[in-house]
């Protein structure tokens, strides 16, 4: 089993940045799609950024420009740096990952990360 672990987390306030780390267990990083996709309350999982096992990025409209996704094959960790921040990324995080070629289609992935809170307060 391939397993996601998420840091990076917390509270800050708008205008703020952070950087959200998954790391990953269980296979050649390499060879995997990543991404990163939230969920607000009431609200369905979006995207926010993908990367293809090339290193092609995809960005969400609302966040291109203030996000930048980022990975280290050695430490097999994905990064989302977050700059910028406003209350309607307010949302639980997750990463994902999986064998595929459709990076950016959330439903095609099997392994997920904990999906820790990232809340920007005005």
């Known amino acids: 089993q391939v397993l996601l672990v998420e840091s990076g987390g917390g509270s800050v306030q708008a205008g703020g940045s952070l950087r959200l780390s998954c790391k990953v267990f269980g296979y050649t990083y390499g060879s995997y799609c990543m991404g990163w996709f939230r969920q607000a309350p009431g609200k369905e999982r979006e995207g926010v950024a993908s990367m293809e096992s090339d290193g092609a990025p995809s960005y969400a409209g609302s966040v291109k420009g203030r996000c930048t996704i980022s990975k280290d094959n050695a430490k097999k960790t994905l990064y989302l740096q977050m700059n910028s921040l406003k209350p309607e990324d307010t949302a639980m995080y997750y990463c994902?990952?999986?064998?595929?070629?459709?990076?950016?289609?959330?439903?095609?992935?099997?392994?997920w990360g904990q999906g820790p809170q990232v809340t920007v307060s005005s």
């Open positions: 994902a990952a999986d064998v595929h070629n459709r990076c950016w289609s959330q439903s095609e992935y099997n392994y």
